[in-house]
Structures are given as C-alpha cells and as structure tokens.
C-alpha cells in the first residue's frame, strides 16, 4: 500500500494501480486511479487490467512495473 488515494472513490492505492495509470493515462501523473476505477473508465474488466499488470511484470520491459528488493 503506498500513501497514495485513489482520486475518484478515495481508496487507498498499490504501487501497480500507479503503474498502470502512468502507462495508461499520463506518465507524469499526480493523482491516479484504483483498478477498479480505471476499469470502469475504459469500459473493461478489473481482470483484463491484472492481466496486463501481469504481463507487464513477466515481460520486465517497463520500469514502471519493476519489482524491488
């Protein structure tokens, strides 16, 4: 959990729903969504954006998503 609220419903957010804002929408973006929100807002799944997260953690192509310690 990171100290960052989701700015439509106020939940709080992990590190991957910033990750997949910031891909998504605005790599420089200072308020982000939830999964949950962001599915809503593109008209898709909360499970089509967990695939997504996961694929970009197998593919270890975006920095974004970059697991640390």
């Known amino acids: 959990m990171t100290d960052h609220v989701c700015k439509i419903c106020k939940k709080g957010l992990m590190s991957d729903e910033i990750a997949l804002h910031r891909k ?33 953690h197998k593919s270890g192509t975006c920095a974004l998503f970059a697991k640390t310690g």
């Open 24 to 56: 998504m929408f605005c790599r420089g973006a200072k308020e982000y969504m939830c999964l949950d929100c962001q599915a809503k807002y593109l008209n898709v799944n909360r499970e089509c954006l967990e695939k997504v997260i996961e694929r970009y």
